[in-house]
């Protein structure tokens, strides 16, 4: 598939996501068990982007020793738990990445 | 038409906080585009076409993983699944609403705008109140498009080294901080994260992000409906 059909493709899921819902819905059809779970959905899809990210090297094997990631995701993670704060978890997670392969 | 304009600048500053972590976001997008191959105007394509942060990142590391097209797509829809809830949520507020206008604010229904417009929606009954979600996502739209164009610029001077790819998963990690002070949260994302670093190498098509979801889904239904029981 080239590359602006998969762009396409991706482009019209997103949107059939955000306007099926707007175009069809009688609103019955959600009750709240069905919105409590799908209030889960961002902690059940990122991890599975973010662990093999970080776990995995580029061929999908361990690498468990001598992986700066880990130690700044940790990081990130703490001072995301303390501040509830995006861009200071960001910017912690890059900062301390940074300074283990630069300066350790 | 006063009114509207009233209502949609409203949108425009009740969203506006919401805009500083799209910044970088939307530069790291950039960047990382061009970083893995894609040209300077398919990346801008993908922030016109799909305008989705979390869809257009996970595009982009399932397409350097070498996952197949029909993977990627249905990613995407796994990770736009929160989308129905945001429809469902504000639909009752739209019913009255012209088709083309249903059309516009959906491409417009992304999460921000949402978490405001739904809020305003709560407490203003006037018939123009849609343009709130029209002025919210446009601000939106034009900082996305913006950072995602400046990033394509800076991404032709930022040095591999960098390993600003680490940007990826770091960026959904802070958007799930609000979710780690919850015990039912906390097990979820552990499950989806072991469930999709041990099947990385295993489950067939690089479908590994959809078998870790599902799994962490039917794993909150359980252990949701278990704590009520309890209760």
Request: charged share 15%.
């Amino acid at each position: 598939m080239s590359n602006w059909l998969l762009i396409i493709y991706c482009g019209l899921i997103t949107f059939l996501t955000r306007f099926s819902m707007i175009a069809l819905l009688k609103k019955e059809m959600f009750n709240d068990r069905i919105r409590e779970i799908l209030s889960f959905v961002p902690s059940a899809i990122f991890p599975a982007i973010i662990f093999p990210a970080i776990f995995l090297d580029n061929s999908g094997d361990f690498q468990l020793e001598n992986n700066p990631k880990i130690m700044a995701a940790i990081i990130a993670m703490l001072i995301g738990i303390i501040s509830q704060n995006i861009i200071a978890t960001i910017i912690s997670g890059l900062a301390s990445y940074w300074f283990l392969i630069f300066m350790v | 038409m006063k009114n509207k304009f009233r209502v949609f600048l409203k949108g425009v500053f009740d969203v506006s906080p919401l805009m500083i972590p799209v910044v970088p976001f939307g530069l790291i997008f950039g960047v990382l585009s061009i970083d893995i191959g894609f040209s300077p105007i398919e990346t801008m394509g993908m922030s016109l076409i799909i305008f989705g942060g979390a869809s257009q990142i996970i595009l982009l590391q399932l397409f350097s993983g070498g996952a197949s097209s029909l993977v990627i797509i249905s990613s995407v829809g796994a990770v736009n699944s929160r989308h129905l809830l945001y429809g469902a949520v504000v639909s009752e507020h739209l019913s009255d609403l012209k088709l083309i206008w249903k059309i516009v604010i959906s491409y417009f229904l992304i999460d921000q705008a949402f978490a405001r417009s739904n809020e305003y929606f709560k407490k203003n009954n006037d018939k123009d109140k849609y343009f709130h979600l029209f002025g919210g996502g446009i601000t939106c739209w034009v900082i996305w498009q913006t950072t995602t164009f400046l990033g394509i610029v800076l991404g032709a001077f930022i040095p591999e080294k960098l390993g600003l790819s680490f940007a990826v998963p770091l960026t959904f990690l802070a958007l799930l901080v609000n979710d780690f002070r919850k015990l039912i949260n906390v097990i979820v994302i552990i499950i989806s994260g072991l469930v999709a670093t041990f099947g990385f190498n295993y489950v067939p098509y690089k479908a590994y992000v959809i078998v870790a979801g599902v799994t962490a889904l039917l794993t909150a239904a359980i252990l949701t409906k278990l704590n009520k029981k309890n209760e």
